[in-house]
């Protein structure tokens, strides 16, 4: 990284793609005044064309500027807008400058016709007008901030869409307490049955560190295992786990092999529970567990009348092109992972018992694009979000609202593979979920350790 000279006074010239990124990332700068170069409102003016995700966003960034230049007079834009009169400025005090420098030079190393070198162009001769502030880019593309480290022109990451600073510091649902579970804690702890299930409340400075919706065990072996129902300051009420860990409690057929996994079959199947999410590596049983609880609640206890399983349509190689077909058959290459898993819950040594079992499952069990669910309710169904490390914390949002009455969403995903070129670990929309309901009681997560795929997907995950 380039090293910044301190100055008073920043100036911060934002990139297209930190726009589309966040559209209201002019408001995310305190008291330094925001830059926008001329190449960048011409390429949102050429992105905002279309259908496409990426259209939207360029609509929406150019929207924002539009909201701030809607309360000023046409002499006022050249002096700088007040980023204030935004309705998102949550206390920005800068101003807004869309400069036209009269003298851009390109490198002669640079193509011209490159718009991050023309952006460039105009950074250099905005630290030549403004002497006595540190102009610095602001640009998600990694590419042109290795450029601009080449010609020693300060440049950041936009690090104002990371929900934490490190991956590590996600919640992963669990709180292990240790043997001296119950020597922690203060003493008056009541117990009472309900419905057949245990509840504890409990008290002290141990509970200060729990969440709702957390797993509190004593150990991950064996031992206490209760979920978290609700917390005021240090005092704690919380139910005692159901064990679906032996072959009498299975969930059409799928046992838990450890605490995390008993764990998450409990969130799965709970009606106070409307939101799940289940992170960890491939081989954990994240797809397997949701799909088996799923089927469970239709056709057993007929809590849902249909399951949705969708995902990102993001290609981990080289694109194939377009599919042809309806969108249940355009889904189905993306869906192999989640026709894998069901093909495995359905599998019978009667043939005719099986093929009856698909047909009878073909209506209950469908495969939608993310691209077609705005403004869409989903009513008496189970959601299932697979890959959703994919999805920006905006296009999670659009799924997450989509939810009706008497609907459930289960979120699948692993951060640590993810294929979209401008999200990551602590930026995608899986991370974004799983920090901002944290702390509310009808949301549950749990990242998943232990591969149960095969001795060779076990060695694959460790090594490779």
Request: net charge negative; proline share 3%; glycine share 6%.
């Given at each position: 990284?380039?090293?910044?000279?301190?100055?008073?006074?920043?100036?911060?010239?934002?990139?297209?793609?930190?726009?589309?990124?966040?559209?209201?990332?002019?408001?995310?700068?305190?008291?330094?005044?925001?830059?926008?170069?001329?190449?960048?409102?011409?390429?949102?003016?050429?992105?905002?064309?279309?259908?496409?995700?990426?259209?939207?966003?360029?609509?929406?960034?150019?929207?924002?500027?539009?909201?701030?230049?809607?309360?000023?007079?046409?002499?006022?834009?050249?002096?700088?807008?007040?980023?204030?009169?935004?309705?998102?400025?949550?206390?920005?005090?800068?101003?807004?400058?869309?400069?036209?420098?009269?003298?851009?030079?390109?490198?002669?190393?640079?193509?011209?016709?490159?718009?991050?070198?023309?952006?460039?162009?105009?950074?250099?001769?905005?630290?030549?007008?403004?002497?006595?502030?540190?102009?610095?880019?602001?640009?998600?593309?990694?590419?042109?901030?290795?450029?601009?480290?080449?010609?020693?022109?300060?440049?950041?990451?936009?690090?104002?869409?990371?929900?934490?600073?490190?991956?590590?510091?996600?919640?992963?649902?669990?709180?292990?307490?240790?043997?001296?579970?119950?020597?922690?804690?203060?003493?008056?702890?009541?117990?009472?049955?309900?419905?057949?299930?245990?509840?504890?409340?409990?008290?002290?400075?141990?509970?200060?560190?729990?969440?709702?919706?957390?797993?509190?065990?004593?150990?991950?072996?064996?031992?206490?295992?209760?979920?978290?129902?609700?917390?005021?300051?240090?005092?704690?009420?919380?139910?005692?786990?159901?064990?679906?860990?032996?072959?009498?409690?299975?969930?059409?057929?799928?046992?838990?092999?450890?605490a995390r996994q008993n764990f998450a079959l409990n969130i799965l199947l709970d009606p106070e529970i409307d939101?799940?999410?289940?992170?960890?590596?491939?081989?954990?049983?994240?797809?397997?567990?949701?799909?088996?609880?799923?089927?469970?609640?239709?056709?057993?206890?007929?809590?849902?009348?249909?399951?949705?399983?969708?995902?990102?349509?993001?290609?981990?190689?080289?694109?194939?092109?377009?599919?042809?077909?309806?969108?249940?058959?355009?889904?189905?290459?993306?869906?192999?992972?989640?026709?894998?898993?069901?093909?495995?819950?359905?599998?019978?040594?009667?043939?005719?018992?099986?093929?009856?079992?698909?047909?009878?499952?073909?209506?209950?069990?469908?495969?939608?694009?993310?691209?077609?669910?705005?403004?869409?309710?989903?009513?008496?169904?189970?959601?299932?979000?697979?890959?959703?490390?994919?999805?920006?914390?905006?296009?999670?949002?659009?799924?997450?609202?989509?939810?009706?009455?008497?609907?459930?969403?289960?979120?699948?995903?692993?951060?640590?593979?993810?294929?979209?070129?401008?999200?990551?670990?602590?930026?995608?929309?899986?991370?974004?979920?799983?920090?901002?309901?944290?702390?509310?009681?009808?949301?549950?997560?749990?990242?998943?350790?232990?591969?149960?795929?095969?001795?060779?997907?076990?060695?694959?995950?460790?090594?490779?």
């Open positions: 990284m380039v090293r910044i000279e301190k100055k008073a006074r920043r100036s911060y010239v934002l990139d297209t793609n930190v726009l589309i990124h966040d559209p209201a990332s002019i408001c995310r700068f305190e008291e330094h005044s925001v830059i926008i170069p001329i190449t960048v409102l011409e390429e949102l003016d050429r992105l905002k064309r279309g259908t496409t995700d990426l259209s939207r966003s360029a609509r929406q960034a150019t929207r924002s500027l539009g909201l701030l230049l809607d309360q000023v007079d046409q002499d006022q834009v050249r002096e700088g807008v007040p980023v204030k009169l935004h309705p998102d400025a949550a206390g920005a005090s800068g101003r807004l400058y869309f400069p036209l420098a009269a003298d851009v030079s390109l490198n002669p190393a640079l193509d011209q016709s490159s718009a991050d070198n023309r952006i460039i162009a105009e950074v250099q001769a905005l630290q030549n007008a403004r002497p006595d502030e540190t102009v610095i880019l602001v640009s998600k593309d990694i590419n042109l901030r290795v450029k601009c480290a080449a010609l020693q022109i300060p440049v950041e990451d936009y690090r104002n869409d990371r929900v934490i600073d490190d991956i590590e510091a996600m919640s992963s649902g669990v709180s292990v307490a240790g043997s001296a579970f119950w020597e922690q804690l203060s003493d008056g702890v009541q117990s009472w049955n309900r419905n057949g299930r245990s509840w504890y409340r409990v008290h002290g400075p141990l509970v200060e560190g729990w969440t709702a919706g957390q797993l509190v065990c004593e150990s991950e072996g064996s031992g206490f295992e209760a979920i978290v129902r609700s917390l005021e300051g240090d005092v704690a009420e919380l139910e005692v786990c159901r064990d679906f860990r032996n072959d009498r409690h299975a969930v059409w057929g799928v046992t838990a092999h450890n939101l799940v999410t289940m992170a960890g590596v491939a081989g954990t049983g994240k797809t397997y567990m949701a799909l088996a609880a799923a089927l469970h609640q239709v056709y057993e206890d007929r809590r849902f009348e249909r399951i949705i399983v969708t995902r990102e349509t993001v290609s981990m190689g080289e694109d194939i092109g377009f599919l042809p077909g309806t969108e249940e058959e355009k889904m189905a290459p993306w869906m192999g992972g989640i026709q894998d898993n069901l093909e495995t819950l359905l599998r019978t040594d009667d043939g005719w018992a099986a093929a009856a079992t698909r047909e009878m499952l073909s209506g209950r069990i469908l495969f939608r694009a993310p691209a077609f669910m705005r403004g869409r309710t989903f009513n008496d169904t189970l959601l299932i979000i697979d890959e959703a490390q994919n999805l920006s914390p905006k296009q999670i949002k659009s799924l997450i609202t989509r939810a009706g009455r008497n609907t459930k969403i289960v979120c699948i995903g692993n951060v640590n593979q993810i294929d979209s070129p401008y999200l990551t670990a602590t930026t995608c929309g899986l991370t974004y979920l799983v920090q901002r309901f944290r702390r509310w009681p009808h949301a549950a997560h749990i990242t998943l350790q232990d591969v149960e795929r095969s001795r060779l997907a076990l060695e694959a995950e460790a090594v490779l």
